[in-house]
Every structure is written in structure tokens, then in C-alpha cells.
């Protein structure tokens, strides 16, 4: 009887150790969608802000044709700072967050105070630096980088590829006011050059990686295919930038257009790996 006893209280042991780590791993995975989600918000809030950088700049070198643009793409950071509001509790433990906001207050004081159009990029890069932090602190903590595996895997190579668009999107601002005329000095020429060797040698690495990984290959393809052709056109444009010197070879909104299209390609392809971890039962065991 007594043994008997003992069986039983031994398979109720474990049956709710099972409950209970079953709970863990639901309760795990429920966080880790919660992170994504700030993520995906986080990611878009970067994307206008890289924007709202390159268009701004062009405005304040001179190209009042960008203005329209700006005013838009203005509200839509407005609007994404909104939805990231939500989130506002969990994002307070992360340090990087903490300066976002009064930065993009900053930007706004600057711009009405006619401050230079150099100190209101300066603010502009700590902004999109803050934010690509605190992403890279979300996926850390909630282990969507290396998922399980000591180093970064291949699905976790969405902060890798977002961290690359900043290069683009500080090229496409440089670029930008020194195509529009006013902001066409050595310095910015300098800055551009050193920004096109950092394109060159990092933007392309990751996308070929992305194809030599058997799970990958075939939905990455086309999309990988898209980032190097826009990456090669971007990388011309700058070239025609840097060899015309006095002259720009092109209108500051066609290059705008042309590393904007640089940039949508590569986050197009970190949607494409963040919907993988998102997918029902991509994070269930890890």
C-alpha cells in the first residue's frame, strides 16, 4: 500500500512538472511574440526616422522640393511614436530608449531655431543609434539572434541586416545635401567616400550568406537578388556624387529615390526573417 502510495505521488510529480515546464515554455514563448511585436513597431519607428534624416538635410541644403515629403514623413515618426507608446512600461528597463523621445523633440526644437543642418543630422544619427540599441538589447534578452546556439544563426541575421541600413541611410543623407548643392563640401565628400567603403565591405556579406543557408535559399533568393542589384545602384550613384565634385550628376531627389530603394530592399528581407520567427511553432522549443 505504502509503495503503491509512493508510485502515485511519484507520477503526480510528474505530471505537473510536465504542466509546469509546458507553462514555462508557453509563458516563454508569449514573451518572445510580445518582443517581436516591439520590435516590428521599433523597426518601423527607424525606418521614418532614416527617412525623416535624409529629407531633412536635403531640405535644409537647399532642396525646398523635399519639404512636402518631410511634413509627411514627420507625422508618420509622430505616429509611430504613438504606437510604441503602448509599450512604454516594458521599454523603460532598457537604457538605450530612455533618450529617444526628448531626441526627437530636440530635432523639432533645432529645425524651428535654425540650427545647422549638420547638428540636426548629428541628432538624427544618436536617434536611429538609440533605437537600433534598444532592438539589439529586445533580441538578447529573448534569445532571437543566436536562438539556443552560441553564435547568431541564420534566422537571427534580421539585426545584422538592420544595423547595415543605417550605413545606407546616413549615405542617402550625406548624399543627399551634397546633390542638392549647399552642403557639397570636402567634409561631406570625405564622409560620403568613408561611408561607401563601409557599404562596399559590410552590406554585401550578409546577403550572400542568407543563400548559402539550405532553409533560406529558396525564399531568399529573389529578395537577396533585389538588395545586391539596388546596393550596385546606390553605390554608382555615390560614385557619380564623388566624381562631379562642383557639378552633382544627379538631382537630390533621384538619388534620395535611388538609396531609399537600397534601403526598403534590405528591410524587406528582415521582415521576411522576423515573420520566420514569428511563424507557429518557430520559438515553441527553444
Known amino acids: 500500500m505504502v509503495w503503491a502510495l509512493f508510485g502515485i505521488a511519484a507520477v503526480l510529480a510528474l505530471v505537473l512538472e510536465r504542466i509546469s515546464s509546458r507553462r514555462r515554455t508557453v509563458q516563454k514563448r508569449q514573451r518572445r511574440l510580445k518582443a517581436l511585436e516591439q520590435i516590428r513597431l521599433l523597426r518601423l519607428l527607424l525606418e521614418q526616422v532614416q527617412r525623416h534624416r535624409g529629407l531633412c538635410f536635403g531640405v535644409?541644403?537647399?532642396?525646398?522640393?523635399?519639404?512636402s515629403q518631410r511634413w509627411k514623413v514627420e507625422a508618420q515618426v509622430n505616429h509611430c511614436l504613438e504606437a510604441v507608446a503602448v509599450h512604454e512600461g516594458s521599454l523603460f528597463w532598457y537604457t538605450a530608449w530612455h533618450p529617444v523621445v526628448p531626441i526627437w523633440e530636440e530635432i523639432g526644437a533645432q529645425r524651428q531655431h535654425h540650427a545647422s543642418a549638420e547638428a540636426v543630422l548629428q541628432l538624427h544619427h544618436r536617434m536611429a543609434d538609440h533605437l537600433i540599441n534598444t532592438i539589439e538589447a529586445l533580441g538578447n534578452r529573448h534569445d532571437l539572434l543566436c536562438l539556443g546556439a552560441l553564435a547568431p544563426q541564420p534566422q537571427g541575421m534580421w539585426l545584422e541586416l538592420l544595423k547595415n541600413t543605417e550605413l545606407l541611410g546616413r549615405a542617402r543623407a550625406v548624399g543627399t545635401g551634397i546633390a542638392a548643392r549647399r552642403q557639397n563640401s570636402a567634409l561631406q565628400h570625405q564622409e560620403l567616400q568613408r561611408l561607401?567603403?563601409?557599404?562596399?565591405?559590410?552590406c554585401y556579406q550578409p546577403l550572400a550568406r542568407l543563400c548559402t543557408e539550405p532553409l533560406l535559399r529558396l525564399s531568399m533568393e529573389k529578395p537577396v537578388r533585389a538588395a545586391e542589384e539596388s546596393l550596385d545602384s546606390l553605390l554608382a550613384a555615390v560614385d557619380l556624387l564623388l566624381q562631379s565634385r562642383d557639378k552633382p550628376g544627379l538631382p537630390s531627389n533621384r538619388y534620395f529615390n535611388i538609396a531609399t530603394q537600397a534601403i526598403s530592399a534590405k528591410l524587406a528581407i528582415v521582415d521576411l526573417l522576423l515573420d520566420r520567427l514569428q511563424a507557429p511553432g518557430a520559438l515553441a522549443f527553444r
Not at 535644409?60 to 519639404?67: D, F, N
Not at 561607401?196 to 559590410?202: F, G, H, K, L, T
Open 60 to 67: 535644409m541644403a537647399g532642396e525646398s522640393s523635399l519639404e
Open 196 to 202: 561607401r567603403e563601409q557599404i562596399n565591405s559590410q
